[in-house]
C-alpha cells in the first residue's frame, strides 16, 4: 500500500513564499512521476505540477509557472514544491501524488495519479 503525507503547508501573506514535502512510503519511488494537484473550495482538483521519475523533467500549469518548483530526492523518497510569490488565488489544499511509472513527466490528468496524499491546506491573505 502506498502512502503519500504532504506537510508545510500554513497561513502566509501574498508575496510569501512556502515549501511543501511530501513523503512516500515504499522501496519504488524513484521509478515514479510524481504530481502536485490542489484545490479551492468549491471548484475542482487542477493539476499544478509534475516531474519525472528520473527528476529531470518538470511540468506546471501556466498559472504557477515561474514561480513554483518542483523537486525531489529519491533517495529521500521525497518530493517538493517550493512555491514563490504566492497569491491569493493559491489558497487551496494542496495534495501530493504518484503517477506512470517511468513516465514522461509532462501528464497533467488526474486519472493518471492512483495514488494521493491528504493534502495540506495553504491559505495565502491579501
Known amino acids: 500500500q502506498v502512502q503519500l503525507v504532504e506537510s508545510g503547508g500554513g497561513l502566509v501573506q501574498a508575496g510569501d513564499s512556502l515549501r511543501l514535502s511530501c513523503a512516500a512510503s515504499?522501496?519504488?519511488?524513484?521509478?515514479?512521476?510524481m504530481g502536485w494537484f490542489r484545490q479551492a473550495p468549491g471548484k475542482g482538483r487542477d493539476f499544478v505540477a509534475t516531474?519525472?521519475?528520473?527528476?529531470?523533467?518538470?511540468y506546471y500549469a501556466d498559472s504557477v509557472k515561474g514561480r513554483f518548483t518542483i523537486s525531489r530526492d529519491n533517495a529521500k523518497n521525497t518530493v517538493y514544491l517550493q512555491m514563490n510569490s504566492l497569491k491569493p488565488e493559491d489558497t487551496a489544499v494542496y495534495y501530493c501524488a504518484r503517477g506512470t511509472s517511468y513516465g514522461s513527466g509532462t501528464d497533467s490528468r488526474t486519472e493518471s495519479y492512483p495514488y494521493w496524499g491528504q493534502g495540506t491546506q495553504v491559505t495565502v491573505s491579501s
Open positions: 515504499g522501496r519504488t519511488f524513484s521509478r515514479y512521476d
Open positions: 516531474i519525472s521519475w528520473t527528476g529531470d523533467i518538470t
